[in-house]
């Protein structure tokens, strides 16, 4: 039986990269992506597309739910590489990129999962996830400091 792998972020090279691994592994690909043009320079198109964004509980839902109408069920693979960088000094970053950052990386990575987990416990239906995140806050990187507070 396939697997599905839901892959937040896609249009990135990070998603790329997970969904030619997957996809080379047996798995069903379903990209998601905020818009639909950066999901169509994906190179495979038998892969399952879907436009959404992720960092709200509706989208995330929506996501999940969209996975399963056009896949027949939820995934069984979760890699969440949605999210966003702003290189500014602390003194030039407005609060609208700050709050961008933290709802582009902190809360796709908590409403994406969630929606991923209540679809595997309503379909009891086991499953494995993947968040991706920076490197900035471990190691400190100037011009970060938002990414880095996450």
């Not at 998603?15 to 905020?34: C, D, E, Q």
């Not at 399952?48 to 056009?70: H, W, Y």
């Amino acid at each position: 039986m396939e697997k599905i792998a839901l892959i937040t972020g896609a249009s990135g090279g990070l998603g790329k990269a997970a969904g030619k691994r997957l996809k080379a592994a047996g798995w069903i690909i379903v990209r998601v992506g905020r818009t639909q043009q950066r999901l169509e320079d994906w190179d495979d198109a038998d892969d399952i597309s879907i436009v959404a964004e992720v960092s709200t509980t509706d989208g995330a839902n929506f996501a999940i739910e969209r996975c399963e109408e056009l896949g027949g069920k939820p995934p069984a693979g979760l890699v969440n590489c949605a999210g966003s960088v702003v290189i500014l000094p602390m003194h030039r970053t407005k609060e609208e990129h700050y709050r961008q950052i933290i709802r582009d990386n902190l809360d796709t990575a908590f409403f994406t999962p969630r929606a991923f987990v209540n679809a595997l416990i309503r379909s009891k239906q086991s499953g494995a996830a993947v968040l991706v995140s920076s490197v900035a806050a471990r190691i400190g990187i100037a011009n970060h400091e938002v990414i880095g507070a996450l």
